[in-house]
């Protein structure tokens, strides 16, 4: 990555929060685009470690490690929580129930949660399937990145947008305790699609 591909590793929602919330998705863009601005932004962004991960420039992570990652980490949380519910992907068989459920989570997900149903444990979803997948899924990532670098852990929670379960501090601990096989699946399914991109 460069630093030309950064700004758009900043969810608009991170900017509002941090200069005023009813600047439009436009004002947002340009001011992610100027480079005049973009030291003052990092700063109020608390972008400056970020920065160095996204660029690679960390000693402490290898840019391809986690290039996945930063490339799409709202998917990554989707495709984790799709995983841990896989079981429960595979009960929903009716047309438009897998359309309403394909339409929250993504079809990516949906694919990646009937691909690894076999893996998952049972997890209880509180009636609401597609939003106990999002849930856990940003769990499972914020309880993943709390054994990372700090660096990393602040570049993905930028990139999402603010109050997601991901920046939780305390995780469900059987979650937890899934979260580096549930990533290691989810890094290489993302690894094995950019191969064959």
């Not at 509002?16 to 003052?40: H, M, Q």
């Not at 309880?143 to 700090?150: E, M, N, S």
């Not at 937890?176 to 290691?184: D, K, L, Q, V, Y």
Request: some cysteine.
């Amino acid at each position: 990555m460069s630093g030309d591909v950064l700004p758009s590793a900043v969810h608009p929602d991170r900017v509002r929060a941090a200069l005023d919330p009813r600047l439009s998705d436009a004002t947002v863009a340009r001011l992610l685009a100027c480079a005049r601005l973009r030291e003052r932004l990092d700063a109020r962004l608390g972008r400056g470690d970020a920065i160095g991960v996204a660029r690679g420039d960390s000693a402490d992570t290898d840019e391809a490690e986690h290039a996945w990652l930063l490339a799409d980490p709202d998917g990554a949380a989707r495709r984790a929580g799709a995983a841990l519910h896989g079981q429960a992907l595979r009960s929903i068989v009716a047309g438009p129930a897998v359309a309403a459920l394909v339409a929250a989570i993504g079809r990516d997900a949906h694919a990646f949660g009937l691909r690894n149903a076999v893996r998952a444990a049972p997890r209880d979803a509180r009636g609401d399937l597609a939003g106990a997948i999002l849930h856990d899924g940003y769990a499972c990532l914020g309880a993943w990145l709390a054994g990372a670098p700090d660096s990393l852990r602040r570049a993905v929670l930028l990139a999402l947008p603010p109050g997601t379960p991901a920046e939780a501090e305390a995780f469900d601990p059987a979650l937890a305790e899934r979260a580096g096989p549930i990533m290691a699946l989810v890094a290489m399914s993302a690894q094995h699609e950019d191969a064959h991109a």
